[in-house]
């Protein structure tokens, strides 16, 4: 199937001739993350103090990135994780410094490993230790345990996913909240919009790679519910979430499905959907109105739950 661009709001096309969809595969993988790497990055937001640590795990050193706009105690904090189909992207995330500005909040941005050199677990164990660190160090860290949310976006939501599922049949840490968006939960693409082949920016055999170097091969069903959170079938008794998707994304019915899945569970969940928008468009295109309208909807959802 091929999706008509005329489905895509007008202000978010422009940007498509200058950033092709991404082919990516095992062959390709480190050029186009070099490629990435030496783009242009938006600059972090005025106010807003970054800082580098590394912490000790039992998987070896791991870095977290610290954003934060005040010193006060007590803060509230999210333990971000960043996108790019988990074989790509960094911690030195712009958007986890415009959360601590807007929300006014401390955000610890976790360097994980990234396929293929790490297939899954060596990400989500990352994760895992980092939010282990945050409940334990919590207090010296200036960090309220009782407002620690986790969140990503594309393959950063399926880990924040995969993590508050796993955090709940093992840790049980009090996470108070999992920000979902445009989350990658799904291998298997088998769903309306996962037959859609021509999806900008992120394409279906785009997607089949990325999920294939991080599985360490095409699992198909026998993918594990903590990295392919669409294949979970207990969901009671995770944090409230938010989940936001564009619907001329691949990831939407899934997306969709998986909120309405939480709610069947009795798990709060707000599921916010945006027309005309492919994915990453609000990275690309900020300034559409669509877009504002998105990154306003993520951020009142997070300040909202931690109040």
């Not at 980092?130 to 949310?149: K, Q, V, Y």
């Not at 969140?151 to 049949?169: C, H, I, K, V």
């Not at 919009?193 to 170097?213: K, L």
């Not at 936001?244 to 959907?273: H, I, K, S």
Request: hydrophobic share 45%.
């Amino acid at each position: 199937m091929q999706l008509d661009y005329a489905r895509i709001d007008p202000e978010l096309l422009p940007v498509l001739s200058d950033f092709p969809s991404l082919d990516i595969n095992r062959d390709n993988v480190y050029e186009i993350r070099e490629l990435i790497a030496a783009g242009p990055r938006p600059p972090m937001p005025a106010g807003v103090e970054a800082a580098h640590r590394v912490i000790d795990t039992p998987d070896g050193d791991l870095g977290i990135h610290m954003y934060r706009k005040s010193d006060r105690p007590g803060q509230a904090a999210l333990l971000w994780i960043h996108g790019g189909g988990y074989v790509m992207g960094s911690a030195e995330d712009h958007r986890a410094g415009s959360f601590a500005e807007l929300c006014d909040i401390t955000v610890f941005s976790v360097d994980y490993r990234l396929a293929p050199e790490h297939p899954y677990p060596a990400p989500m164990d990352d994760c895992q230790n980092a939010l282990n660190w945050l409940f334990d160090n919590a207090d010296s860290l200036g960090i309220d345990a009782g407002r620690i949310a986790i969140g990503g976006a594309s393959a950063g939501g399926g880990l924040a996913a995969g993590l508050a599922l796993r955090n709940r049949d093992t840790a049980n840490h009090p996470v108070c909240f999992q920000l979902l968006i445009y989350p990658m939960i799904d291998n298997l693409h088998a769903t309306a919009s996962g037959q859609i082949e021509n999806h900008p920016i992120w394409t279906r055999s785009a997607s089949f790679n990325a999920w294939e170097m991080y599985l360490n091969g095409e699992l198909g069903p026998e993918a594990p519910l903590y990295a392919a959170p669409a294949r979970a079938t207990e969901l009671a008794g995770l944090p409230p979430a938010y989940v936001c998707v564009g619907v001329e994304d691949l990831f939407r019915d899934e997306d969709m499905d998986y909120a309405r899945r939480l709610m069947a569970a009795d798990v709060p969940c707000e599921l916010a959907l945006f027309p005309g928008v492919y994915h990453a468009a609000e990275v690309f295109t900020p300034d559409a109105v669509v877009s504002k309208r998105l990154n306003a909807s993520v951020v009142n959802a997070l300040a909202d739950a931690l109040g």
